[in-house]
């Protein structure tokens, strides 16, 4: 069995190990071959999933540097000054299990995975020391580092899903641990809404309306409705999408992730419905979108490029093979970079 990869979520769906896709929790495609979602010669299985983000840890005090790095990351979607903020973090918040958690993301993206190992051991061993005075953190956190070593796992050398599957039956039996002491609370429902839902998106026979019904109670909102956009879009249920993602942008209009969103709801509804209006709206959010890629990953800018790119060859009746390969291209001329990138290609 091949789990299929591609860099942005692993925390908020970290914690289902199985579905890992790349940096911090991805979806997998039906457990298929292990794939980015814009690699060279290769065409994406579906629109990016990928960039969902980790839990919020809303039990982090505010003013900390975490705190100032999920609000980066998550509500501004800039994970250069989010990056600042998590590498501050591991000097005065070492107690904090996203503070290993979320730094993951960087070396996974740049495919440093001995890196992501020792984040995610670190992950569980905080978490495990903080089950003493917050079981439900401690129990969730320590779900979200072994699938961190899970997504090392798939990713190291000669590595493989046997090493990440034996970790997954661990994974749920933290979470129904933290979801027995609350299962109401806001932080849980977000990570489990996230997991739930690319459960339900990518396995045969799951419930994506669950998955969004556990996100209606999670917070912050504007993360919770970026997921339940992905679950409507994937349900292809397109006025609903359209909903969650305008309330997204309205409580985060900083986030070009959430313009990207929107642009890609429109080209995909553009080349179903052969509707131009919608396709030629999605090209100008794409490069509205592309315009922040200084603050974006390397993934998410490909990804956007690919994207606009094939929005343009509908609109012009033509064939979309030129529209892939944009993160190999953008790799190639950002040597060992992910994050802030200089050397990026001019929309013509």
Known sequence: MKLKFSPHTLLAFATTLTLIQSAIVVPMSQFS????PAVAGTKPAKPNSNM??????????QGSNVEKAKEAMFRD????????????????????????AMNALYPFSAGDYEKVREYGEKTSKVAQQLI?????????????????????????????????????????????????????????????????LL????????????AIDRLKNA?????????MYVGYRDLKEYDKANTAINAAIKLAPQNPELTYYKAQLLGIRGREQHND??????????EIAYKRNDRLLLSSVAQILSER????????????????????????????VVVGLTKLPALN
């Open 33 to 36: 071959s292990m794939i980015s």
């Open 52 to 61: 969902m983000p980790p839990p919020t840890g809303e039990k982090t005090k």
């Open 77 to 100: 979607g800039n994970y250069v000054k989010a990056k600042q903020y998590l590498e501050a973090a591991l000097k005065t918040e070492p107690n904090e299990p996203l503070t290993y």
């Open 132 to 196: 003493k005075t917050n079981s439900l953190r401690g129990n969730l956190y320590q779900g979200v580092g072994l699938a961190i070593l899970g997504a090392y796992e798939l990713k190291k050398a000669n590595g493989g899903a046997l090493g990440a599957l034996s970790k997954l039956q661990q994974v749920f039996e933290y979470m129904d641990k933290a979801q027995k002491i609350d299962s109401n609370n806001t932080e849980l429902n977000l990570v489990k809404g996230y997991m739930d």
């Open 199 to 210: 459960l339900a998106v990518n396995v045969p026979f799951s419930d994506t309306k669950q």
């Open 219 to 227: 917070e912050p909102k504007y993360l919770a409705l970026r997921g």
């Open 277 to 286: 209006n919608d396709l030629k709206e999605s090209i100008k959010l794409f």
């Open 309 to 336: 790119c094939q929005a343009q060859m509908a609109l012009k009746k033509i064939g979309n093979d030129a529209c892939w390969g944009f993160e190999a291209q953008l790799k190639q001329d950002n040597p060992s």
